[in-house]
């Protein structure tokens, strides 16, 4: 047993040196940062926000002449420019300093979807 003892005294310090082992954190998976998708834009909360005063709810209030939606049969395009650049008439606000393009085509879509006739 006497002669066992250096021997079990190294195999102690082997073992607690532990075998080398990478204790680096690794970077969690699934952690880029979000980045702003066209899907992601809540177009009901910008409506209610920017959009809800002039043409209400249903889009069909009219508040100040606003265009009631539920009728308007314009195409994605001058929607599109309508709320970009405002109504000619001065009214209705331009919302190109405001809106990003993305949020300017889903609120062109968004108005789209008052009209019944214009569903898909
Ligand atoms: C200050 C009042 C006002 C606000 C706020 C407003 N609008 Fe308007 N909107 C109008 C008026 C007035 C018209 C009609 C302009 C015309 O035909 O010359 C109009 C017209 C439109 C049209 C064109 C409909 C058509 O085919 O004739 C769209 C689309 C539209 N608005 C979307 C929006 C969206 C989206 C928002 C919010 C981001 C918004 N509006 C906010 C007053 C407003």
Same mark, same amino acid.
């Given at each position: 047993?006497?002669?066992?003892?250096p021997?079990?005294?190294?195999?102690?310090?082997?073992?607690?040196?532990?075998g080398?082992e990478?204790?680096?954190?690794?970077?969690?998976p699934?952690?880029t940062?979000?980045v702003?998708?066209a899907?992601?834009i809540?177009a009901k909360k910008i409506?209610?926000?920017?959009?809800i005063?002039?043409?209400?709810?249903?889009g069909?209030?009219g508040t100040n =002449?606003?265009?009631?939606?539920? !009728?308007?049969?314009?195409?994605? @395009?001058y929607?599109?420019n309508?709320?970009t650049n405002?109504s /000619?008439?001065?009214?209705m606000t331009a919302? =190109?300093?405001?809106?990003?393009e !993305?949020?300017?085509?889903a609120m @062109?879509?968004?108005?789209?979807?008052?009209n019944?006739?214009l /569903?898909?």
């Open positions: 047993m006497k002669r066992l003892f021997l079990m005294f190294i195999a102690l310090i082997v073992l607690a040196c532990g080398g990478d204790t680096t954190p690794t970077e969690a699934g952690t940062p979000p702003a998708k899907q992601d809540d409506w209610k926000i920017r959009c005063a002039c043409h209400g709810l249903y069909d209030m =002449g606003a265009a009631n939606l539920q !009728e308007a049969t314009s195409d994605l @395009a929607r599109i309508i709320i405002g /000619e008439n001065g009214v919302f =190109g300093e405001i809106l990003s !993305e949020e300017i085509e @062109a879509k968004y108005t789209m979807s008052f019944k006739a /569903e898909q």
